[in-house]
């Protein structure tokens, strides 16, 4: 879908570059980025340097930047080009495990709008400086996330987990994962990396069976379906303002 965006507007003068934040690095995004055959950049961020600069605290999230290099819009929720939802349905498999059931209907719950959102960048892309959805930087910095003591304290320990998981002490680094959590309690995207990390049997459908009920050995207060639910779906995501 971001390929189909990018063969859209490159034309324009526009270019799209996607990031992967992963810490598995290469290994975690490799498969994503062939499947998708890129034309556009396709970079691999993975020690979450992006959401550490930028505030990027869930994806998929956009940052808009102009030709001079000026950010015309913080880090904010960017859902995928509208799609096929009935087609899309169809390709769902028939027999899934109960607790993939449930994460599907949390998901079916998120809210987006992305006809806005797309339809907001067009105009961007067409008008630049002059588009109403291009904000004054006084805007982009009100938007942009504080930066408090307890969040740069919790990007160090992040930091630091990804540093340790990719030197092979995982034990460790759950350690700072969890402090990360607890640090910077708003980041989905710190809290879906260390889940995506542990293990929990074979299958396509392994990782997302499984979470704390019935499986003592996992290391984590929260999962996704349990944070979710306990959230709302219909706050998984920052409404997004023009």
């Not at 034309?39 to 994806?59: K, R």
């Not at 109960?98 to 006809?115: G, V, Y």
Request: proline share 7%; net charge negative.
């Amino acid at each position: 879908m971001w390929q189909a965006l990018r063969e859209e507007f490159h034309p324009q003068g526009f270019e799209l570059v996607s990031v992967g934040l992963d810490t598995l690095g290469a290994e975690g995004c490799r498969a994503f980025i062939e499947a998708a055959n890129p034309t556009h950049p396709s970079l691999i961020d993975q020690h979450h340097v992006m959401a550490d600069l930028f505030g990027v605290i869930n994806i998929p999230s956009s940052i808009w930047i102009n030709e001079d290099g000026i950010i015309v819009r913080p880090a904010e929720p960017a859902p995928p080009p509208p799609v096929d939802v009935a087609a899309s349905a169809r390709q769902i498999p028939d027999e899934l495990p109960q607790r993939m059931l449930d994460i599907m209907t949390e998901a079916a719950k998120i809210q987006s709008d992305p006809e806005s959102y797309h339809a907001a960048l067009r105009d961007w892309v067409k008008k630049g400086e002059d588009s109403e959805f291009a904000l004054e930087p006084e805007t982009v910095i009100a938007r942009s996330r504080h930066r408090d003591h307890d969040n740069a304290l919790g990007h160090a320990h992040f930091g630091l987990a990804s540093y340790l998981e990719a030197e092979g002490d995982h034990t460790l680094a759950i350690k700072h994962f969890r402090e990360a959590h607890r640090l910077v309690p708003d980041s989905w995207t710190f809290r879906r990396q260390a889940w995506s990390l542990e293990k929990n049997g074979d299958g396509p459908f392994a990782r997302f069976t499984q979470g704390p009920s019935g499986n003592k050995d996992w290391p984590y207060e929260g999962d996704w379906l349990a944070d979710i639910q306990r959230t709302g779906a219909e706050n998984y995501y920052d409404s997004w303002e023009s």
